[in-house]
């Protein structure tokens, strides 16, 4: 686990990454069934369904799948949902852009 989404040096993270979006509802009026995650590159878009909401999903829950995000800008976004599949009433989207660069090493 990273921590806050921000850059990150991908060699750093050889096997790959998986993005996490975690909610936290202020009362039981905020409650969210689904949240729609989309991501730029690799391309995915999907109705995360069951906590935790993952990008590159997660299987058993809370194995995240790792993916090797390519160098450069990107955008992930979520959107929640208070019906189940990503139908109806939806909420403000969060989205956060990111850079996933290369530090070089020391020369030999």
């Given at each position: 686990e990273i921590g806050p989404l921000g850059d990150y040096d991908e060699s750093a993270y050889p096997s790959g990454v998986n993005i996490r979006a975690d909610y936290s509802p202020c009362s039981t009026a905020d409650f969210i069934d689904s949240v729609r995650v989309t991501f730029d590159d690799p391309s995915v878009s999907f109705c995360e369904l069951d906590t935790p909401y993952s990008v590159f999903r997660d299987s058993p829950e809370g194995d995240y799948r790792a993916?090797?995000?390519?160098?450069?800008?990107?955008?992930?976004?979520?959107?929640?949902?208070?019906?189940?599949?990503?139908?109806?009433?939806?909420?403000?989207?969060?989205?956060?852009?990111?850079?996933?660069?290369?530090?070089?090493?020391?020369?030999?």
């Open positions: 993916v090797v995000i390519p160098v450069g800008v990107h955008t992930v976004s979520a959107t929640p949902y208070l019906s189940a599949d990503c139908s109806s009433d939806a909420g403000a989207t969060f989205s956060q852009t990111f850079e996933v660069t290369v530090i070089a090493g020391p020369c030999v």
